[in-house]
């Protein structure tokens, strides 16, 4: 089973609390996954990566997305010949050090909105850079969401950015210890958007998490 690329589309972007409510209230038994974490860490890229070029807009200037972005995207079964579809949430980053207190605190109000209403079958992906790990928003962010009990699964970003062996195993080396700290995150990975490491894994994990689902 794969996600099919290119049959992801944008449904909408929301950065209104009232309005993300409204949506969330509507679609109560949510079946997808979210990507959220530091700003330019490559959600959008990964995103586009594994779901097909385009899906999101990817940043010139970090803190682009600030809104809610949803979309639907689609499983495919070669076997049984059966498609299925799902959301995918590509959530503002946290941690961006310019925006406005107004905007943060509309960003603040989107996430708990976010977090409150949607379904526990939201598999949530927290994207953090690979070059710099477990960052102060990194764990502020663990500490937040650690009382919504969501599956959460780490992906480091931008390997390709890590050139030598030993900044390779200073990575793999904080595994034991993220696994001990969060012990709502039940994988961690290893990706590149651009150079393609690791997607694979990530998609395979995305398609498992999703069709494990009960279907209503
Ligand atoms: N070398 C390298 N660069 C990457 C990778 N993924 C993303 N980038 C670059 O990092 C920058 C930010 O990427 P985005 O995908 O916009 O990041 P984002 O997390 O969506 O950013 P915001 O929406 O602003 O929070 C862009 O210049 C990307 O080209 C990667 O795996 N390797
Ligand atoms: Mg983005």
């Known amino acids: 089973m794969n996600i ?3 049959k992801s589309e944008f449904l909408m972007g929301i950065d209104k609390v009232d309005q993300l409510t409204e949506w969330l209230n509507e679609h109560p038994f949510i079946n997808g996954v979210a990507f959220i974490g530091r700003s330019n860490v490559g959600k ?7 779901f097909g070029k385009k899906t999101a807009r990817v940043s010139k200037t970090p803190g682009r997305t600030r809104q809610v972005n949803i979309f639907r995207f689609v499983v495919v ?7 299925e579809s799902f959301y995918l949430f590509d959530v503002p980053g946290y941690g961006h050090a310019e925006v406005s207190k107004e905007m943060s605190v509309n960003w603040q109000n989107l996430l708990d909105t976010f977090f409150q209403i949607c379904s526990e079958k939201i598999l949530l992906l927290n994207i953090q850079d690979a070059r710099h790990p477990l960052q102060e928003p990194d764990l502020v962010f663990q500490d937040y969401i650690k009382v919504f009990d969501l599956e959460t699964y780490v992906i480091f970003n931008k390997v390709d950015k890590l050139k030598t062996q030993s900044e390779r195993s200073r990575l793999k080396n904080l595994m034991p210890n993220i696994y001990s700290s969060f012990k709502w995150v039940k994988q961690i990975h290893f990706a590149s958007a651009e150079k393609g490491d690791g997607l694979l894994a990530v998609e395979q994990s995305i398609v498992t998490y999703v069709m494990r689902q009960p279907k209503t």
Request: proline share 0%; hydrophobic share 25%; no cysteine.
């Open 4 to 6: 099919q690329k290119g």
């Open 44 to 50: 959008s890229s990964l995103i586009n990566s594994l």
């Open 77 to 83: 079964n070669q076997e049984a010949k059966t498609e």
